[in-house]
């Protein structure tokens, strides 16, 4: 026979303290076994030592670069003299650092362009349809490039720089081109066939360097990466002479989008189908080790339904931020009319992740130490800020089931008391939930706040209101709870157009109830 349930009144409340989940988001593992310091949703909150806070909205900075999508932004440093230059889908190339849309030059096919600063000199490959260009601050001028088999220099669609020498490539062949010449980005380039090295075949999609020792320098190796998810290292700094043949590893088909790869520290990331790979990590597993060797790998399940969705489409990259704590990979949504583009976030220092949304990027880019990204209507934007012009940003948080050191004792929660930082009054709704009540079935759509001030055993998620008028400092007004269960979880939803919030911790206080 079962023992009843004994009541908490004969047992002593405990009270427990449950930090911030600066672990990030977590798709990876069960609801059930979830380490507390993991969050199941984490939508526009940043983990940082410490704390979770709301992330910064942005402001319009240029108007004027056409009608359709801003799709290239380059940031000229040649000295001191900076520049923001943006390509539109109109085919103009602009210089726009003062905030005005000047155009440079006219004609391009599309807005598509791949770039290198190089010698003080910004070379701009577009989009396989147009000569390269340089630009030298002052002007835009095509370039002269002669392919030794021939091959038109207007199909060119990709640039790197490695050793002092300059490497295109068309995108379409197994081929790259490089000049005999060190320092120079004109000329006459030979062609370099890599189809023979390699087993999986696939077309060139990109070429990076990388150096396995974590730096920049002397030892750094040439990175091809194919379509077919091939890639090929070699050694030396001069193909006709000295290149050595490291060897051929294998990547999970990546995704088909140039702007997919970017350099980390001396490493590069490769977006593929199965997560966000670091190629140094690649290189020394096999293809099946590249699960685990994904620095996304605890979001690989919310990263492969992404990239199965809209892998196909325009809009992958990855962006690192000029001060190098978040790096950005923008994927394109499903939802393009009102969401389009959204990103994973990873924060590199405590390896966590989160995801934003309501940034319609549909490209990144940087100037003078601050991130920007280009948007449709031919705007350019500005992060920073505490709203996204002007509106609320809403930041969705459900840490994980915490069972509190006891995984089969049942607990009756009494109360719970969020901790949460800000200037101003914090404005929020929250619930709890217990025993892994399924999140997804929770909605959390609207930005506006009800006002039906329902007790939390009587409400349900994203169904009440509550605000702590304190002003400025920690929000930390203690609630009456009234549930049943084995484990709980908090959810937040916080908007603000006026500061910066952070969720700092969240205070539960329970007693046993007893065997069932």
């Known amino acids: 026979m079962l023992a009843p349930l004994q009541t908490a009144s004969r047992y002593r409340v405990k009270a427990a303290s449950v930090p911030a989940p600066v672990g990030g988001l977590n798709s990876r593992d069960s609801v059930d076994a979830m380490p507390p310091t993991d969050a199941l949703i984490m939508s526009n909150f940043f983990p940082t030592v410490g704390k979770i806070t709301l992330r910064d909205g942005y402001t319009q900075f240029c108007t004027g670069i056409g009608t359709g999508d801003v799709e290239t932004l380059i940031e000229h440093s040649a000295g001191a003299n900076r520049q923001?230059?943006?390509?539109?889908?109109?085919?103009?190339?602009?210089?726009?650092?003062?905030?005005?849309?000047?155009?440079?030059?006219?004609?391009?096919?599309?807005?598509?362009?791949?770039h290198i600063?190089?010698?003080?000199?910004?070379?701009?490959?577009?989009?396989?349809?147009?000569?390269?260009?340089?630009?030298?601050?002052?002007?835009?001028?095509?370039?002269?490039i002669t392919l030794s088999d021939s091959v038109n220099a207007n199909t060119l669609t990709g640039v790197h720089s490695h050793k002092n020498r300059v490497y295109y490539w068309t995108g379409t062949s197994q081929n790259f081109y490089y000049s005999a010449t060190v320092d120079t980005f004109t000329g006459n380039f030979t062609k370099f066939p890599v189809g023979l090295v390699g087993t999986f075949g696939g077309n060139i999609l990109s070429i990076g360097s990388i150096s396995l020792d974590g730096g920049e320098g002397v030892d750094d190796l040439l990175a091809i990466i194919m379509t077919s998810g091939e890639v090929l290292i070699y050694s030396g700094s001069n193909p006709s002479s000295d290149f050595a043949l490291v060897g051929t590893f294998r990547l999970a088909e990546p995704v088909l989008e140039k702007r997919?790869?970017?350099?980390?520290?001396?490493?590069?990331?490769?977006?593929?189908?199965?997560?966000?790979?670091?190629?140094?990590?690649?290189?020394?597993?096999?293809?099946?080790?590249?699960?685990?060797?994904?620095?996304?790998e605890k979001i690989r399940g919310t990263v492969?339904?992404?990239?199965?969705?809209?892998?196909?489409?325009?809009?992958?990259?990855?962006?690192?931020?000029?001060?190098?704590?978040?790096?950005?990979?923008?994927?394109?949504?499903?939802?393009?009319?009102?969401?389009?583009?959204?990103?994973?976030?990873?924060n590199p220092i405590i390896r966590a992740w989160c995801i934003f949304e309501n940034l319609p990027a549909v490209v990144w880019g940087q100037f003078n130490g601050d991130t920007y990204f280009g948007g449709a209507g031919g705007k350019v934007f500005k992060v920073g800020g505490d709203a996204d012009l002007g509106e609320n940003i809403v930041?969705?948080?459900?840490?994980?089931?915490?069972?509190?050191?006891?995984?089969?004792?049942?607990?009756?929660?009494?109360?719970?008391?969020?901790?949460?930082?800000?200037?101003?009054?914090?404005?929020?709704?929250?619930?709890?939930?217990?025993?892994?009540?399924?999140?997804?079935?929770?909605?959390?759509?609207?930005?506006?706040?009800?006002?039906?001030?329902?007790?939390?055993?009587?409400?349900?998620?994203?169904?009440?209101?509550?605000?702590?008028?304190?002003?400025?400092?920690?929000?930390?007004?203690?609630?009456?709870?009234?549930?049943?269960?084995?484990?709980?979880?908090?959810?937040?939803?916080?908007?603000?157009?006026?500061?910066?919030?952070?969720?700092?911790?969240?205070?539960?206080?329970?007693?046993?109830?007893?065997p069932i």
């Open 304 to 346: 492969i339904a992404q990239v199965a969705e809209t892998g196909t489409s325009q809009g992958w990259q990855i962006f690192v931020s000029p001060d190098g704590d978040k790096v950005y990979f923008n994927y394109p949504t499903s939802d393009a009319a009102t969401d389009p583009y959204n990103q994973h976030v990873f």
């Open 260 to 296: 997919g790869i970017a350099k980390l520290g001396g490493d590069l990331i490769v977006m593929t189908k199965e997560g966000y790979l670091p190629l140094s990590q690649v290189i020394r597993q096999d293809l099946v080790g590249n699960k685990a060797a994904a620095i996304s």
């Open 117 to 144: 600063e190089f010698n003080n000199v910004s070379v701009i490959v577009p989009s396989g349809a147009d000569v390269p260009f340089s630009w030298d601050g002052s002007s835009a001028s095509n370039l002269s």
């Open 84 to 114: 923001l230059l943006a390509i539109g889908s109109n085919g103009t190339f602009y210089q726009i650092d003062t905030g005005s849309a000047v155009s440079k030059k006219t004609g391009l096919a599309n807005g598509r362009a791949e």
């Open 395 to 514: 930041g969705d948080l459900a840490t994980s089931y915490n069972y509190f050191g006891d995984r089969g004792g049942i607990k009756r929660f009494s109360s719970v008391q969020p901790m949460l930082e800000g200037q101003t009054d914090v404005q929020f709704d929250f619930g709890v939930g217990v025993d892994q009540a399924p999140v997804s079935g929770i909605q959390v759509a609207t930005t506006t706040f009800s006002s039906n001030l329902a007790s939390w055993d009587t409400a349900t998620w994203d169904d009440f209101f509550w605000a702590d008028a304190v002003g400025a400092g920690i929000t930390k007004r203690r609630k009456a709870v009234n549930r049943l269960g084995y484990s709980a979880a908090l959810r937040i939803k916080v908007a603000t157009d006026s500061q910066t919030i952070s969720f700092i911790s969240a205070h539960y206080t329970f007693a046993p109830g007893g």
